[in-house]
């Protein structure tokens, strides 16, 4: 089997184990639970579960989707995050050369990936980006950024992106006396510019923008008057921040060729 490919479905695998923690995380983090302690448990009957039940994907499809002690349905969340991490490390995976010199950028991009996939999935059902996701983001977008050597734009990333989301909320608030934007927004916004430099904000805030824009509307057309009508930012950010962190050279060079010729 070719290295590439290799390496392709051992991500892939790893990626579905992370998945299984990532379910931890996406249901403990926002309660401001230990994703440590206590381990694996049925939220219905609080057994434990016990390592031959907790088999990412296969245990799911064994036990019939049911808890092994009182036949509560176990979540499609479970196995679709599982396979969804799986993927997005493989699919990172088989883009990237496998080489010594592409190791760390590999491991940055699946870091980040992986950040912004559970926030989005926390974001949307809850609302928040707790700060025990942005704040670790944030120091490893730093310690990749040195390891590559613009740590200088990354931290200017960081005050400016926490800064300019600060400020747009404070002009916000200050003209209609409403809260836009949570505290969250900022400091993913300052994650971003950590993992990326300051460059990247500027597409990165645009992008989302335009786009949370069309799609919060048709949203709100969708909806009846008196059900929920907030959306929340994070998904907006996480996705245009994906876009740029694979395409920027490509989308920089495109912009510089329609002014070059
Ligand atoms: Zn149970």
């Given at each position: 089997m070719?290295?590439?490919?290799?390496?392709?479905?051992?991500?892939?695998?790893?990626?579905?184990?992370?998945?299984?923690?990532?379910?931890?995380?996406?249901?403990?983090?926002?309660?401001?639970?230990?994703?440590?302690?206590?381990?694996?448990?049925?939220?219905?009957?609080?057994?434990?579960?016990?390592?031959?039940?907790?088999?990412?994907?296969?245990?799911?499809?064994?036990?019939?989707?049911?808890c092994r002690h009182c036949n509560l349905a176990i979540s499609w969340r479970y196995p679709l995050l599982e396979l969804s991490m799986g993927g997005l490390w493989a699919l990172i995976t088989w883009f990237t050369p496998i080489a010594p010199q592409t190791s760390v950028y590999l491991l940055q991009a699946i870091v980040l990936v992986s950040l912004l996939w559970i926030l989005t999935l926390i974001d949307l059902e809850t609302f928040l980006l707790p700060n025990a996701l942005t704040f670790p983001g944030i120091a490893s977008g730093l310690l990749f950024a040195w390891h590559f050597d613009y740590l200088l734009d990354a931290l200017?990333?960081?005050?400016?992106?926490?800064?300019?989301?600060?400020?747009?909320?404070?002009?916000?608030?200050?003209?209609?006396?409403?809260?836009?934007?949570?505290?969250?927004?900022?400091?993913?916004?300052?994650?971003?510019?950590?993992?990326?430099?300051?460059?990247?904000?500027?597409?990165?805030?645009?992008?989302?923008?335009?786009?949370?824009?069309?799609?919060?509307?048709?949203?709100?057309?969708?909806?009846?008057?008196?059900?929920?009508?907030?959306?929340?930012?994070?998904?907006?950010?996480?996705?245009a921040s994906v876009v740029w962190f694979f395409f920027g050279t490509q989308i920089l060079d495109w912009y510089q060729s329609l002014w070059m010729s």
């Amino acid at each position: 089997m070719d290295l590439q490919l290799f390496a392709t479905l051992s991500m892939g695998l790893l990626g579905i184990l992370f998945g299984s923690f990532s379910n931890v995380c996406v249901h403990r983090i926002p309660l401001g639970q230990s994703i440590v302690t206590p381990g694996s448990h049925c939220p219905q009957c609080k057994n434990d579960i016990a390592w031959y039940d907790n088999i990412p994907l296969i245990s799911w499809v064994l036990l019939g989707r049911k808890c092994r002690h009182c036949n509560l349905a176990i979540s499609w969340r479970y196995p679709l995050l599982e396979l969804s991490m799986g993927g997005l490390w493989a699919l990172i995976t088989w883009f990237t050369p496998i080489a010594p010199q592409t190791s760390v950028y590999l491991l940055q991009a699946i870091v980040l990936v992986s950040l912004l996939w559970i926030l989005t999935l926390i974001d949307l059902e809850t609302f928040l980006l707790p700060n025990a996701l942005t704040f670790p983001g944030i120091a490893s977008g730093l310690l990749f950024a040195w390891h590559f050597d613009y740590l200088l734009d990354a931290l200017i990333g960081v005050i400016s992106g926490y800064g300019f989301f600060w400020l747009i909320a404070f002009l916000f608030y200050k003209a209609t006396g409403k809260e836009g934007m949570g505290q969250g927004d900022f400091k993913l916004l300052a994650m971003l510019g950590a993992f990326m430099g300051w460059q990247a904000l500027p597409f990165i805030v645009l992008v989302s923008s335009v786009v949370g824009a069309i799609i919060g509307s048709i949203i709100l057309l969708l909806q009846r008057k008196g059900l929920r009508s907030e959306i929340p930012f994070g998904p907006y950010l996480a996705m245009a921040s994906v876009v740029w962190f694979f395409f920027g050279t490509q989308i920089l060079d495109w912009y510089q060729s329609l002014w070059m010729s």
